[in-house]
């Protein structure tokens, strides 16, 4: 038995039609009716029910059959013409079973006996109230499923699709981003859309995900208009099932990507959907100033303008989608490669033309006008296609060059990796196995031949006992952090020696040694222990572009000197080291540079650059070791100009020295 309570909590809220023609009874049913409604409209009659019926929001009738004026069945008839839904109970009395067949096709919810049962009454009202909540749930759920697809459509573009991928339904941004009308898209499969350029593979999976799988897909695609334009596409298919489990129709929520997608990524899904792809790599050059002395509003403009011009320049002979503007200076573009297969260098020629052409070229923003010249790295192998490309920038920046074909560059690259990983490897071996030794070369005055230094060389021996210079390990461990454990090794092999020797010991440190603080607190303590042996001690500068802050270098060789250390300037005459730098360092040896002292006897140029640094050193009472001194005659020549120390295999190579 239904609870009253229960009934009443379903149906106070709701306003209740009651008519009923004889006073007494009414009032009395009104009475009964309170209990459960709290909005009761009276009317007296039929004719009076129907008018306020439409004169109020009726959610439930409650009615007498036989009635002046219009009878009940009669009045019924009348609202459902209005209203198919509104729940009607009609009273009857026992001699009133006449009527039932025509409540019946009215369409009336259910009867009550008078005198009214309460029981009979809750019931009844119950089961009408839960299938008007049932009703008025579903008018709820599809006006907001309505407010849901007026969103939906202002804000994505839709399509539904049959089994057979048929499209079957667009809405307006459907039609707007693609340019086509509904009639030419309605009965017609995607692909009148689709870029040709896309991957098989991105719609094999989306079939599988959405037709086996029966699960949502989401991926980017690249689609074009009506009139060939690309644009890309964030994108979720469902498919749409039965109760059953069975796929009626595929429903694909789309929106648009094109302006907001990321240059790179779209150049990177652009180089994806390309068969054959030529990718032209463009960077501004010394675009570094640039940054340096206009603020970011400025370059994004300068940027901008630059973008349009390089469209411009290169349109005129190549068919390409866009330029891409990938920042600090860098762009791309890309072209079918087909197109050129056959006439690579034709090809190349007139790239580089159009660069040579864009360096007489300027563009103006506001009141600047800017010079533009460019670096180029054109890849068009299809492995790692826009890693090469970055790769062909930086060589091109490091080499001072402006352009290059860097085909395969990034695999190239990735191979030198794994053979530094090798080396890396091996060096962490040496390491733990005391594999790291310390050679040392002799220096001699070339006025007794004597030897009066030695020069500490690191050498590696490998797991097969070969004995490695630094050409084949140092650079590598300097990518690691092995580095500064193999100056550690270095230091203390070199001031071992310093110890059991009576003549001076070269020591060679780079920048990044010096910049280090654990080391230079580690040098500082070797020289604090070897107070009486530290004026033999010297260190061999090996300059570098990596020098950091030169401030850090010049205080330590202010605090080096106050133990006597003596400062070289290694490989004097080439490279980084220049008479400016000496002021910086105040040196009291030039070592020269070995290319130099090779060449010497063939090379006026060498000849004539040696005798000048001679001349400077000697004015600054500087100290000069000549390397590379590899016979008699070079030897001969470096003493007739008066340089003071040789080194080389004349005298002795690279060895062990004992302690």
Not at 312 to 319: E, H, I, L, P, V
Not at 443 to 451: F, G, L, V, Y
Not at 514 to 537: A, C, F, G, P
Request: aromatic share 10%.
């Amino acid at each position: 038995m239904i609870e009253i309570d229960k009934v009443i909590q379903y149906s106070q809220d709701l306003k209740l039609l009651y008519v009923e023609d004889n006073q007494d009874a009414r009032e009395m049913t009104v009475m009964i009716f309170e209990e459960f409604f709290d909005d009761i409209v009276v009317a007296e009659d039929g004719e009076d029910g129907y008018e306020k019926f439409k004169e109020n929001d009726i959610d439930l009738i409650i009615t007498d059959i036989n009635m002046p004026k219009l009878n009940g069945l009669d009045m019924c008839e009348k609202i459902r013409k209005i209203d198919k839904e509104v729940p009607i109970i009609v009273l009857s009395a026992h001699n009133e079973d006449n009527f039932f067949t025509d409540s019946i096709n009215i369409g009336v919810n259910g009867y009550l006996l008078k005198p009214i049962d309460i029981s009979q009454l809750s019931t009844l009202i119950f089961q009408i109230v839960q299938k008007y909540k049932y009703i008025l749930e579903a008018k709820n759920n599809l006006h907001l499923l309505k407010e849901y697809q007026e969103v939906t459509n202002e804000s994505s573009i839709v399509s539904k699709t049959n089994l057979k991928g048929i499209i079957t339904y667009i809405n307006n941004a459907f039609c707007e981003i693609s340019g086509y009308t509904q009639e030419e898209l309605i009965g017609k499969n995607h692909n009148i859309v689709r870029h040709p350029d896309n991957p098989k593979s991105i719609f094999e999976d989306m079939w599988n995900t959405i037709q086996k799988k029966k699960k949502i897909w989401k991926g980017i695609v690249r689609n074009k208009t009506k009139s060939g334009k690309s644009y890309y596409v964030d994108s979720v298919v469902k498919p749409i099932l039965d109760i059953n489990g069975n796929i009626l129709e595929y429903i694909s929520l789309r929106n648009d990507i094109t302006d907001i997608m990321n240059p790179a990524k779209q150049l990177v899904t652009a180089i994806k959907n390309f068969q054959d792809p030529i990718l032209v790599y463009i960077k501004l050059d010394k675009f570094d100033m640039l940054e340096e002395f206009y603020d970011d509003d400025m370059i994004e403009k300068i940027q901008d303008k630059v973008t349009i011009y390089l469209h411009d320049t290169f349109s005129n002979s190549y068919d390409f989608e866009k330029i891409y503007q990938l920042g600090h200076g860098n762009y791309a573009f890309i072209i079918d490669y087909t197109l050129f297969k056959n006439n690579e260098p034709e090809f190349i020629k007139k790239l580089k033309n159009y660069q040579e052409q864009i360096k007489d070229d300027t563009i103006n923003v506001e009141n600047i006008t800017y010079d533009i010249s460019v670096l180029m790295s054109v890849v068009y192998e299809k492995n790692k296609i826009l890693e090469s490309a970055r790769l062909g920038i930086k060589k091109l920046l490091k080499n001072k060059k402006y352009f290059m074909v860097a085909n395969n560059l990034a695999n190239i690259e990735q191979e030198k990796a794994k053979e530094n990983m090798k080396i890396v490897s091996m060096i962490k071996e040496a390491i733990y196995n005391s594999r790291i030794v310390s050679y040392f070369q002799p220096i001699i005055d070339n006025k007794t031949r004597k030897i009066v230094k030695y020069e500490s060389l690191v050498r590696l021996i490998d797991e097969d006992s070969n004995i490695l210079s630094p050409y084949y390990f140092l650079e590598t461990s300097k990518k690691s952090n092995y580095y500064s454990k193999i100056t550690s090794i270095v230091l203390g092999h070199s001031f071992g020696i310093l110890r059991n020797c009576q003549v001076d010991i070269s020591i060679n440190l780079s920048a990044i040694d010096i910049e280090q603080k654990s080391t230079r607190e580690k040098i500082l303590q070797h020289l604090e222990d070897n107070k009486e042996n530290s004026s033999r001690v010297v260190f061999e500068l090996l300059e570098d572009e990596a020098i950091k802050d030169f401030n850090v270098i010049k205080s330590f060789i202010v605090d080096v000197k106050k133990y006597g250390v003596k400062i070289a300037i290694d490989d004097f005459g080439s490279g980084y080291s220049n008479y400016e730098r000496l002021l910086d360092y105040q040196p009291d040896i030039l070592k020269i540079d070995g290319c130099l002292i090779r060449d010497i006897e063939t090379s006026s140029y060498s000849l004539s650059a040696v005798k000048s640094i001679v001349t400077f050193a000697k004015e600054q009472n500087l100290q000069i070791i000549a390397e590379y001194i590899e016979n008699e005659s070079i030897f001969n020549i470096v003493k007739d100009l008066g340089i003071d120390f040789s080194q080389g295999y004349y005298f002795g190579k690279p060895e062990p020295l004992n302690r």
